[in-house]
């Protein structure tokens, strides 16, 4: 299988799995690493470091919580370099990681931040941190069925 032959050009050939709510998935070594890492991937996703580390990154909406902490911080104030206010964080990173196991919260979505909508991804709850994270949902491999 060849996931990405260069640059700019990705051609993915996984198996359909049908991912449902409940079940418990992982990520992909094939989609989701370079061959030197075990997966199918010349490049990697995002960047060396990511794919070494086993790591693949996904997203975080911001909660009430974290743009009131934000507004209280020093970076909400003052202007940005165009002269305008500056806007809370819709979003934030979260690294997911090869060895964990993950269940499916919503298995299609497309969910909005950085005012725009993402389509193809799935929303999966870490069963480590209790944190509901977005991620592509052709990253991910189903392992084990909800009964």
């Not at 799995?17 to 409940?22: A, D, T």
């Not at 094939?30 to 580390?53: H, I, M, V, W």
């Not at 990681?97 to 931040?113: E, F, K, S």
């Not at 941190?129 to 392992?143: C, F």
Request: proline share 5%; charged share 25%.
């Amino acid at each position: 299988m060849v996931y990405n032959k260069g640059i700019g050009e990705i051609t993915m050939q996984t198996n359909v799995v049908n991912l449902r709510k409940g079940d418990l998935v992982k990520l992909d070594p094939a989609a989701c690493f370079t061959e030197k890492s075990g997966g199918c991937l010349q490049y990697p996703l995002t960047n060396y470091g990511n794919d070494e580390r086993g790591t693949v990154e996904g997203t975080r909406i911001a909660t009430e919580e974290d743009i009131r902490v934000w507004r209280n911080s020093e970076r909400s104030k003052g202007l940005t370099s165009g002269g305008e206010t500056k806007l809370p964080p819709t979003a934030y990173t979260v690294n997911l990681h090869r060895d964990r196991v993950y269940t499916i919260l919503r298995a299609r979505c497309r969910p909005q931040w950085n005012y725009r909508s993402h389509p193809g991804m799935a929303l999966v709850l870490c069963t480590i941190t209790g944190e509901a994270v977005y991620i592509k949902r052709d990253l991910l491999e189903k392992i084990c069925d909800e009964p």
